[in-house]
Nanobody, 125 residues
Framework: QVQLVESGGGLVQAGGSLRLSCAAS????????MGWFRQAPGKEREFVAS????????DYLDSVKGRFTISRDNAKNTMYLQMNSLKPEDTAVYYC??????????????????WGQGTLVTVSS
């Protein structure tokens, strides 16, 4: 059984940086798209970024473009989210997700069929 495990969350001041990791473990990992979502208190889960494994196509939430970068390390079966210039409004639980669909609405949570447990990011002002 494949599992996704996030790490790297924590408390950071506004303007600071964090790098989240999402490590896949278990049986042979074969997913086409992986992504990051976040959920702030009292709000719905929202798409942050995604990467398609076949061609490295990336997509980002408009408010994080230029600040966040999604990347991967195939050898480690790990995906990353580098977050720079963090703002208090970035505070949320961040989840990584994987989909075995090659194409589809990557910004929609139902496109993904495997989720991690989440890691909390808190940005203080």
């Amino acid at each position: 059984q494949v599992q996704l495990v996030e790490s790297g969350g924590g408390l950071v001041q506004a303007g600071g940086s964090l790098r989240l990791s999402c490590a896949a473990s278990g049986r042979t990992f074969s997913w086409y798209v992986m992504g990051w979502f976040r959920q702030a208190p009292g709000k719905e889960r929202e798409f942050v970024a995604s990467m398609r494994w076949t061609d490295d196509r990336t997509d980002y939430l408009d408010s994080v473009k230029g600040r966040f970068t999604i990347s991967r390390d195939n050898a480690k079966n790990t995906m990353y989210l580098q977050m720079n210039s963090l703002k208090p409004e970035d505070t949320a639980v961040y989840y990584c997700a994987a989909s075995d669909w090659l194409r589809g609405p990557v910004k929609v949570s139902t496109f993904y069929n495997l989720w991690g447990q989440g890691t909390l990011v808190t940005v203080s002002s």
